[in-house]
T-cell receptor, first 112, second 115 residues
Framework: AQSVSQHNHHVILSEAASLELGCNYS??????LFWYVQYPGQHLQLLLK??????LVKGIKGFEAEFIKSKFSFNLRKPSVQWSDTAEYFC??????????FGSGTRLQVQP | ETGVTQTPRHLVMGMTNKKSLKCEQH?????MYWYKQSAKKPLELMFV???????ENNSVPSRFSPECPNSSHLFLHLHTLQPEDSALYLC??????????????FGPGTRLTVL
């Protein structure tokens, strides 16, 4: 069965530290990949997505993600986090026309 | 303010009831979504209507039935629900453009309690 794995459930960083959140999926065909963010008390927002083309995708708020097909990965990165990046981050995979499947989420806490 | 409204905001229903959740988007988008958010569980996409095609998660039981009469309105019809269906049901919309970076706008959700 298709699955999405986020290995880090809770990450604590200091401001200005670099961030990398892992995401791996098990589907072998063509996939669309997403990262979503949910700030405390707010609605879900789409950070970025990959459909095709350049495997390095840039999103909002300085986030980027790299699709590595051979590793079935789509890790999220940010060079320097801010306190306002404290949120829960969800990786999601959509194979072709099939439905989106979310990972279990990673809670990021940035300490000032 | 997201431009996506959901009614009702709270709903309590018995297992034999039939009810509907309504979502309306005022953003001119061409895709709408139903999500289920349960405590301590991953967010689950239930249904998508994108470019007039419906895509569904095969694990969603048939007691949930979506309806999308036009690009601005989305319904979720509920019947013979179970207590484990109690959750926050979120609606979202987006403008799907291949290669573009779209943003999904979420509604505030309907908090559903099944007794």
């Amino acid at each position: 069965a298709q699955s999405v794995s986020q290995h880090n459930h809770h990450v604590i960083l200091s401001e200005a530290a670099s961030l990398e959140l892992g995401c791996n999926y098990s589907y072998g065909g063509t996939v669309n990949l997403f990262w979503y963010v949910q700030y405390p008390g707010q609605h879900l927002q789409l950070l970025l997505k990959y459909f095709s083309g350049d495997p390095l995708v840039k999103g909002i708020k300085g986030f980027e993600a790299e699709f590595i097909k051979s590793k079935f990965s789509f890790n999220l990165r940010k060079p320097s986090v801010q306190w306002s990046d404290t949120a829960e981050y969800f990786c999601a995979v959509k194979p072709g026309r099939r439905a989106l499947t979310f990972g279990s989420g990673t809670r990021l806490q940035v300490q000032p | 303010e997201t431009g996506v409204t959901q009614t009702p905001r709270h709903l309590v229903m018995g297992m034999t009831n039939k009810k509907s959740l309504k979502c309306e988007q005022h953003l001119g988008h061409n895709a709408m979504y139903w999500y289920k958010q349960s405590a301590k569980k991953p967010l689950e996409l239930m249904f998508v209507y994108s470019l007039e095609e419906r895509v569904e998660n095969n694990s969603v039981p048939s007691r949930f039935s979506p309806e999308c009469p036009n690009s601005s309105h989305l319904f979720l019809h509920l019947h013979t629900l179970q207590p484990e269906d109690s959750a926050l049901y979120l609606c979202a919309s987006s403008q799907e453009e291949r290669g573009g970076i779209n943003t999904q706008y979420f509604g505030p959700g309907t908090r559903l309690t099944v007794l």
